[in-house]
């Protein structure tokens, strides 16, 4: 079963923190994806990645595929990133995404 | 910045109805998706459709569903007869390559009466 675990489900941060946002899988997989929902429910793919670590501005995607987790980091955190944060993984075989239910992320100013 | 487009924003629909979804993805992209999220729900994957045939769908896709690219633009969604459990937002997404990062466009919520 192609289970996605995301934690914590809801997080309230203050202005400034460092925000990690934490994604667990069940199979081995060949890509991982992360993205951010609005509000308005549109979705904006932030990475893509399938090894180590990326880096866009203040957001860095980790993933261990040994320990099949991966985590989301925002740092400096602002207002602007209240957003629900979505993990989905393709497994190995094929080319469909397994959705995690999010991460509802508040950053009050 | 080229982005996906989706059309209509918000279609409301009799149960029993066929309704198409549309989709513009980016010009040179070559790899199309459809997703769905029921309220309250995760996004869940429909289809994946590359080089003019489906290659890869859900359990939810079944034979209510169909999709289409009828020219070199667009990219659509048939539900045949429509049912409350329908209802949800449809995402269209897109890219260049299958490793890539995928586009989404902004969503078309099905409300299904």
């Known amino acids: 079963k192609n289970e996605v675990e995301q934690s914590p489900q809801n997080l309230t941060a203050q202005e400034g923190e460092f925000i990690t946002i934490n994604c667990s899988y069940s199979v081995g997989i060949s890509a991982l994806h992360w993205l951010q929902q609005h509000p308005g429910g549109g979705i904006v793919s932030l990475f893509m990645?399938?090894?180590g670590k990326k880096k866009h501005g203040r957001l860095i995607a980790t993933i261990n595929i040994q320990e099949k987790h991966s985590s989301l980091h925002i740092t400096a955190s602002h207002p602007r990133d209240s957003a629900v944060y979505i993990c989905?993984?393709?497994?190995?075989?094929?080319?469909?995404?397994?959705f995690g239910t999010g991460t509802s992320l508040t950053v009050i100013p | 910045e080229p982005e996906v487009t989706q059309t209509p924003s918000h279609q409301v629909t009799q149960m029993g109805q066929e309704v198409i979804l549309r989709c513009v993805p980016i010009s040179n992209h070559l790899y199309f998706y459809w997703y769905r999220q029921i309220l309250g729900q995760k996004v869940e994957f429909l289809v994946s459709?590359?080089?003019?045939?489906?290659?890869?769908k859900s359990e939810i896709f079944d034979d209510q569903f169909s999709v289409e690219r009828p020219d070199g633009s667009n990219f659509t969604l048939k539900i045949r007869s429509t049912k409350l459990e329908d209802s949800a937002m449809y995402f269209c997404?897109?890219?260049?390559?299958?490793?890539?990062?995928?586009?989404f466009g902004p969503g078309t919520r099905l409300t299904v009466l």
């Open positions: 989905a993984v393709r497994p190995n075989t094929g080319n469909q995404f397994y």
């Open positions: 997404a897109s890219n260049n390559q299958r490793a890539d990062t995928q586009y």
């Open positions: 990645l399938s090894s």
């Open positions: 459709f590359y080089n003019n045939e489906i290659s890869e």
